[in-house]
């Protein structure tokens, strides 16, 4: 459990208390992470009456939803926003290639304005 703390970021104490529910995340001396961010999510710690408490189970939120985010990263599911600016990016420029060529510089100019104003300084003219 301690090098399970140590790799995921979740504490002794809820893997404990997943353990003694009966978490299927524990079979012999190993911990399965998929399944114990499964059961943790489903079932949250109890509010307790200090503030610490709220401050702990608001980190194990935290913390479950990095866990759920590299899970899905790991299955392709999540793409990193630089690759999906870069490729908007490059289609972007593809299109603004194929209009360059094939519309008379009027419209170019005008479909080029346009698109500036929802895109941003990305879209340029040829």
Same mark, same amino acid.
């Given at each position: 459990?301690?090098?399970?703390?140590?790799?995921?970021? #979740?504490?002794?104490?809820?893997?404990?208390?997943?353990?003694?529910?009966?978490?299927?995340?524990?079979?012999?001396?190993?911990?399965?992470?998929?399944?114990? #961010?499964?059961?943790?999510?489903?079932?949250?710690? &109890?509010?307790?009456?200090? $503030?610490?408490?709220?401050?702990?189970?608001?980190?194990?939120?935290?913390?479950?939803?990095?866990?759920?985010?590299?899970?899905?990263?790991?299955?392709?599911?999540?793409?990193?926003?630089?690759?999906?600016?870069?490729?908007?990016?490059?289609?972007?420029?593809?299109?603004?290639?194929?209009?360059?060529?094939?519309?008379?510089? $009027?419209?170019?100019?005008? #479909?080029?304005?346009?698109?500036? &104003?929802?895109?941003?300084?990305? &879209?340029?003219?040829?």
């Amino acid at each position: 459990m301690g090098a399970a703390e140590s790799l995921w970021g #979740i504490p002794v104490g809820e893997q404990r208390r997943a353990k003694a529910a009966g978490c299927a995340a524990f079979k012999g001396s190993r911990v399965f992470r998929e399944p114990l #961010i499964l059961w943790l999510k489903e079932n949250p710690p &109890a509010p307790g009456a200090g $503030d610490g408490d709220n401050l702990r189970a608001a980190k194990l939120a935290v913390q479950i939803k990095l866990l759920e985010n590299q899970l899905s990263r790991e299955r392709g599911l999540l793409v990193e926003k630089a690759v999906v600016a870069e490729e908007w990016g490059f289609w972007v420029g593809a299109l603004f290639e194929i209009i360059g060529r094939h519309a008379d510089r $009027d419209l170019f100019n005008r #479909i080029s304005s346009e698109l500036k &104003a929802k895109l941003g300084t990305r &879209a340029t003219t040829p």
